[in-house]
């Protein structure tokens, strides 16, 4: 079964550190991986989208890592600020079911606070 | 603000009932997209819907349905109603709806329904 699994669960960090989330998957193949912020009671919004081919992609204080060999990507936050209280969540799509099935994870809740 | 509308945006109902939620896509996006998510769950995909045809199913109930309109909003019908329906459900839009890397997916607000 294509899964996504994030860790960890929660974080809770001061105002400007840096933190960084993890999401596994077993999805293959697949066409792409996505990071969304979600605020609380909010849709989520689009982070970063990467190919199997990318390896990084920044979004201004957020960069995006992709290991296809071992199925792994991070999502690397630099100088925290009080706004990016949210959860984010990694988003596999499933190239089998023509790339219309976006599989989601569960998030990680993060809260930054000064 | 995405460009993706959704209404109503609270919803509080009883069970064995029947709602419709609404929702009008980004100018110019053919796919519409509709999202569960429910407090200890992540989103769940329910359905997709390109320029009017259903394009993808996903984990939907047979008591919801969908379906898009010639004017491309589209409107998720519950029925029969159950405690366990209560979530936020979300609408979300994209041009061309092949979920391809440039193929971005722009989200509504959503709408919570309570069922009591």
């Known amino acids: 079964k294509n899964q996504v699994e994030q860790s960890p669960q929660s974080l809770i960090i001061l105002e400007g550190k840096n933190c960084t989330l993890q999401?596994?998957?077993?999805?293959?193949?697949?066409?792409?991986l996505r990071w969304y912020k979600q605020d609380t009671g909010r849709g989520p919004v689009s982070l970063t989208i990467?190919?199997?081919?990318?390896n990084t992609k920044s979004n201004g204080r957020y960069t995006a890592t992709l290991d296809a060999d071992t199925k792994q990507s991070s999502l690397h936050i630099t100088a925290s600020q009080l706004s990016d209280s949210a959860s984010y969540i990694c988003?596999?799509?499933?190239?089998?079911?023509?790339?219309?099935?976006?599989?989601f994870g569960k998030g990680t809740t993060l809260s930054v606070s000064s | 603000d995405s460009g993706v509308t959704q209404t109503p945006k609270h919803l509080i109902t009883a069970t064995g009932q029947r709602v419709t939620l609404r929702c009008s896509p980004r100018s110019g996006d053919l796919s519409v997209y509709w999202y569960q998510q429910s407090l200890d769950q992540g989103l769940q995909f329910l359905i997709q819907y390109y320029n009017g045809e259903e394009r993808a199913k996903g984990n939907i109930l047979e008591r919801f349905s969908a379906q898009q309109f010639p004017d491309l909003h589209s409107e998720l019908n519950l029925s029969s109603l159950e405690l366990g329906d209560s979530a936020l459900y979300f609408c979300?839009?994209?041009?061309?709806?092949?979920?391809?890397?440039?193929?971005?997916?722009?989200f509504g607000p959503g709408t919570r329904l309570t069922v009591l």
């Open positions: 990467m190919t199997f081919s990318e």
């Open positions: 988003v596999v799509s499933d190239v089998n079911q023509a790339g219309t099935a976006l599989i």
């Open positions: 999401c596994n998957y077993t999805v293959s193949p697949f066409s792409n």
């Open positions: 979300a839009s994209s041009v061309d709806g092949t979920g391809g890397p440039t193929d971005t997916q722009y």
